[in-house]
């Protein structure tokens, strides 16, 4: 009986060790697929960039040829228009000159072209904050019904929970709700 489960386990544990191998080849598998994936992913990426800018250069030159191509064709009426005529002609080219020159940055308006880190300042939310409760400070600025608070020396954004609340009156933070200070006024 001993001598069959022994048989049995060194069995198995020829089996476990397929599996093994099996899964080390996945697993370094999957490894390769996700550099090359991430490899084709950048070149897409600086492919995409590369086809915008040079569509939007060729855009900009059609416009400008045409532009151009149009102010050339009336320069020998101009003498013949009035101060007026000129001036809407102009007014014209600078509405055309401006919309384009809103297209072509539309995306580097609405992309993020920097990291926000906190040593330079920028915060996500404050998980301190949500200890705040309870605690005493004074009216930094008046509440209208935002301003600001210091609470044991740090100023706060904070939100008067009725009403306003003038400069230098003590108050309490009654609440924290979304990311928010909400105090009282103490009577």
């Known amino acids: 009986m001993k001598k069959k ?3 049995k ?12 191998v099996l899964l080390a080849i996945l697993i370094s598998f999957q490894i390769i697929l996700s550099f090359i994936q991430k490899s084709s992913l950048k070149n897409f990426l600086d492919n995409t960039q590369t086809w915008y800018q040079q569509d939007s250069a060729e855009r900009m030159a ?3 040829t045409t532009s151009l191509e149009l102010l050339v064709g009336n320069m020998s009426s101009v003498q013949n228009r009035s101060g007026e005529e000129k001036q809407r ?3 014209s080219f600078n509405i055309i000159f401006s919309q384009q020159l809103v297209k072509t940055n539309i995306f ?3 992309a993020l072209n920097k990291t926000q880190k906190i040593d330079e300042g920028y915060l996500s939310v404050r998980k301190e904050n949500k200890q ?3 605690k005493i400070g004074t009216t930094y600025t008046v509440l209208r019904p935002g301003g600001k608070v210091e609470i044991d020396g740090e100023i706060f954004d904070a939100k008067a929970v009725v ?5 230098n009156k003590q108050v309490e933070v ?3 709700e979304m990311a928010q200070l909400y105090v009282a006024e103490i009577s």
């Not at 009403?163 to 400069?167: V, W």
């Open 174 to 176: 009654v609440k924290y």
């Open 163 to 167: 009403g306003f609340i003038d400069k």
């Open 108 to 110: 580097s308006m609405i």
């Open 62 to 64: 059609n416009l400008s």
């Open 5 to 7: 489960i022994a048989k």
């Open 9 to 20: 386990i060194s069995k198995y544990r020829f089996e476990f060790r397929h599996i093994l």
């Open 89 to 91: 002609i102009i007014q």
């Open 132 to 134: 705040m409760l309870g």
